[in-house]
C-alpha cells in the first residue's frame, strides 16, 4: 500500500526518477501537494482590473476565456477565400504517389498495436479515468472493438462523445510571472487514452513521410533533426554578419500568442491536401478534430464544457506534426518570393531566410526593405492560419550596431541581443559560453530536489550525459586561444 501510495504520487508530480531500495512516500506526497498548490488559481484580476476571488467565479472566469480562445472567429467561406490568394503563388513539395497510397491504407491491427506499445506508462488519464496501463494489459480482449469504433468514428466523420472531451489542466509559465493573470499560465490538455492511441497511430504515419515535404530548416518534431543543430546554424549565420563592417542585415524572432491554440483546423486540412495527402487519411485527422469539447480544472474542481473549434491539444501525439505542416506554408512563402532576400552563405550561391523549431520561427533578412516585405507576409499567414503575431514578445536583432538607430518597426522592438531557442544571441555571444550556462542551471537546478549526495551524482551525470551531442553540435569551428584558461 505505501509503495502504491509513493508511485501514484511520482505519477501525478511527473517525478521520472526514484531511489532504488527508497519508497519516499513522505517526499513525494509533500511535493504533490505543493506542485498542486502550485498549479491552483485562487485570484483573478480581469482587463478592467476588478478581481475576482471567490471559487466559482474564478472557475467561470477560466471558462470564458477558454472558451474565447478556442472559438474560431472567422468562417470556413471566410479561411478557404484567404488560403486561395495566400497559396495561389506557392509551389507545394508533394507527397510520392506511393507515400500517398500508404498513407491511404485503412489502419490496421499491427498498426494501431505498434502505437500502444510506445505510449509512456505513467501518464496521467484523462477525463474518463482509464490509464493506457489498461489498454495495454487488455489489448487482446480489446483491439477488435477499438478499431470497429474508430472505423466507425471515421465513417460519420467524429468519435464518440466520451472520446471527443478533454480536460484542460493549468500550468503556471513561471515564478517570476504573476499567478492572477490567465495569459500565465499554459492550458494542457488531459485526453482520454483511446484518442491518444488513435492519434498516436496517425503521427507514426505522419512521421514516417514529413522529413521528404518539410524542409531541412524547420527541426521541430521531425525524427532525426535536433534543435542544436539550428542554433548551430544560428551562431554560424551572426557570427558572419557580425564580422562583415557592411551588414545592414536583420534577424526576426517570431513569436505568436496561444500558437497551438488558435492555429486553424480548415488550414491544417487544406494544407494537407496541398501536401497531395489523400482524402482516407484527411477524414481521419477531420475525425479526431470533429466537435471536441473540453472542461478546465482549476484545483479539484470542473467547469462546464465548451467547445474547441480550434487549435491542437498540447499532449495529443499527432498536433505537433499537424501544427508544423500549418505553418511549412509561411516558409514556403517566404523561401519562394524572389523579392525577399537572406543572408547570403559563405562559398554558395544560396541564402537563408528562415529556420523553424515548431512554433519558433526565425528570418533573416538583407535590409529593412526586406524586413517590412516579410512583416506584411506575416500578416497575411495570420489571416489564414488564425496565429496572432505576439508584438511585445517578437524581436529585432539588429547585425550591427552601426545601423540606423531606431527602436521599433511595426510595434516590433529592434534589440542588440535576443533570446532565440534558449540561447542568448547578439554581436558579442558565444555559442560555447552560453552553453556552459545553459548546462550548469541544469545541473545545479537538481539540487533543489534536496534529496541524497548520490541521486544528485546521478542526476548531475544524466543531465551533462544528455547534452553531450548538444555540445558537440555547438562548439565553435576555431578554439580561441584564451579557452584555456578556462579549463
Known amino acids: 500500500m ?49 478581481i475576482v476571488s471567490s471559487s466559482t467565479e474564478i472557475l467561470n472566469e477560466i ?73 495495454k494489459m487488455f489489448w487482446k480482449d480489446l483491439k477488435k472493438l477499438f478499431i470497429e469504433a474508430m472505423k466507425y468514428s471515421q465513417t460519420i466523420g467524429k468519435l464518440s462523445p466520451t472520446q471527443r472531451q478533454g480536460t484542460i489542466s493549468l500550468i503556471h509559465k513561471g515564478k517570476e510571472l504573476s499567478k492572477d493573470t490567465l495569459t500565465n499560465w499554459r492550458p494542457i490538455s488531459l485526453t482520454n487514452a483511446d484518442y491518444k492511441i488513435f492519434s498516436k497511430a496517425l503521427a507514426l504515419r505522419l512521421s514516417a513521410v514529413l522529413p521528404n515535404i518539410i524542409n531541412e530548416n524547420q527541426g521541430g518534431f521531425i525524427k532525426g533533426r535536433k534543435i542544436s543543430e539550428l542554433i548551430r546554424e544560428l551562431d554560424d549565420i551572426i557570427d558572419l554578419e557580425k564580422s562583415n563592417p557592411q551588414s545592414q ?11 497551438f491554440d488558435t492555429i486553424s483546423i480548415v488550414t491544417i486540412i487544406e494544407a494537407l491536401r496541398m501536401f497531395n495527402f489523400g482524402e482516407n487519411l484527411i477524414s481521419w485527422i477531420k475525425a479526431l478534430l470533429t466537435e471536441r469539447t473540453a472542461n478546465v480544472k482549476n484545483g479539484g474542481s470542473l467547469s462546464e464544457s465548451f467547445p474547441l473549434e480550434r487549435g491542437v491539444g498540447q499532449g495529443c501525439p499527432v498536433s505537433p506534426l499537424l501544427f508544423i505542416i500549418a505553418v511549412e506554408i509561411l516558409a514556403l512563402n517566404v523561401r519562394q518570393d524572389e523579392k525577399i532576400l537572406g543572408i547570403q552563405l559563405p562559398n554558395s550561391t544560396k541564402s537563408l531566410k528562415i529556420l523553424q523549431y515548431a512554433d519558433d520561427t526565425t528570418i ?34 539588429k547585425m550591427n550596431k552601426q545601423q540606423m538607430q531606431i527602436s521599433h518597426l511595426e510595434n516590433i522592438k529592434i534589440v542588440e541581443k535576443m533570446k532565440i531557442l534558449g540561447i542568448v544571441f547578439s554581436s558579442e555571444t558565444l555559442a560555447g559560453e552560453a552553453l556552459s550556462d545553459h548546462v550548469r542551471c541544469a545541473v545545479y537546478g537538481g539540487s533543489a530536489l534536496n534529496s541524497t549526495l548520490l541521486l544528485y551524482m546521478v542526476l548531475s551525470s544524466v543531465v551533462l550525459t544528455d547534452r553531450k551531442p548538444f555540445a558537440h553540435n555547438l562548439l565553435p569551428h576555431t578554439i580561441d586561444s584564451t579557452s584555456k584558461d578556462r579549463e
Open 2 to 50: 505505501e509503495l502504491a501510495k509513493s508511485r501514484g504520487a511520482q505519477i501525478r508530480t511527473r517525478i521520472k526518477w526514484v531511489e532504488e531500495g527508497e519508497k519516499s512516500t513522505k517526499f513525494f506526497l509533500n511535493l504533490e501537494k505543493t506542485r498542486a498548490q502550485g498549479n491552483i488559481i485562487n485570484r483573478l484580476v480581469r482587463q478592467d482590473n476588478t
Open 63 to 135: 471558462r470564458d476565456y477558454y472558451g474565447n480562445l478556442y472559438k474560431e472567429n472567422k468562417t470556413e467561406k471566410e479561411i478557404m477565400q484567404a488560403t486561395s490568394l495566400l497559396w495561389k503563388n506557392i509551389i507545394f513539395p508533394q507527397l510520392k504517389e506511393e507515400e500517398k497510397i500508404k498513407c491511404d491504407e485503412e489502419l490496421s491491427e499491427q498498426e494501431i498495436s505498434s502505437a500502444l506499445k510506445t505510449m509512456k506508462n505513467g501518464s496521467s488519464p484523462g477525463p474518463d479515468g482509464i490509464p493506457v496501463e489498461f489498454y
Open 249 to 259: 542585415s536583420y534577424t526576426l524572432s517570431i513569436d505568436y500568442s496561444k500558437a
Open 364 to 397: 533573416f533578412l538583407r535590409n529593412i526593405t526586406h524586413l517590412k516585405e516579410v512583416l506584411a507576409k506575416i500578416k497575411q499567414f495570420s489571416l489564414v492560419s488564425g496565429l496572432k503575431l505576439n508584438e511585445d514578445k517578437s524581436k529585432i536583432l
